[in-house]
C-alpha cells in the first residue's frame, strides 16, 4: 500500500531525496503524498517541484487514483508553496497538532483531485 521513489540529480546522480504514495487505499482511490529534501543545498532547485509533477502523474494517470492529500507543518512555507502550485488545496488543519523546538504549530491538510489536476496548471 505504498510506492517510494528516490529523487537523484540529473548532472551527477546524487541522491538528493525521496518521493512516496503511502498509506494508499485501493477501494477509495486514494493516498497520502510524502515527499523529502536532504540536505538544505538541494531546495529551492526544483527537485521538489519536479518530484511533485511527476509523482502526481503517476498517481492519476497510472495507478488512476482519484485524490491525493497530504500534511504539512503550517510554518514549512516554500513546501506549502509548492503544494499550490503543484495544484493542491487547503482542506483543514490540526491545530497545534505538531511540536518543534519547544513550539506548537498547526498541521494543514492539503489534497488534490483528479479532475483538479487534469485542469490544472501544469
Same mark, same amino acid.
Given at each position: 500500500n505504498s510506492?517510494?521513489?528516490?529523487?537523484r540529480a540529473l548532472e551527477d546522480d546524487r541522491l538528493v531525496g525521496?518521493?512516496?504514495? &503511502?498509506?494508499i487505499e485501493w477501494n477509495n482511490r486514494a493516498a497520502s503524498l510524502a515527499i523529502g529534501l536532504g540536505a538544505a543545498e538541494y531546495? *529551492?532547485?526544483g527537485y521538489g517541484s519536479d518530484a511533485l509533477?511527476?509523482?502526481l502523474r503517476y498517481a492519476f494517470q497510472e495507478l488512476n487514483l482519484e485524490r491525493v492529500g497530504l500534511?504539512?507543518?503550517a510554518n514549512n512555507l516554500p513546501a506549502i508553496r509548492a503544494y499550490e502550485?503543484?495544484?493542491? &488545496?487547503h482542506e483543514g488543519a490540526m491545530r497545534r497538532a505538531v511540536l518543534r523546538d519547544g513550539q506548537a504549530h498547526d498541521r494543514l491538510i492539503m489534497g488534490i483531485l483528479r479532475?483538479?489536476?487534469? &485542469? *490544472?496548471p501544469r
Open positions: 510506492i517510494e521513489f528516490r529523487l525521496f518521493v512516496a504514495l &503511502h498509506s531546495r *529551492g532547485k509533477n511527476l509523482i500534511d504539512v507543518i502550485r503543484a495544484g493542491f &488545496h479532475e483538479e489536476w487534469v &485542469h *490544472g
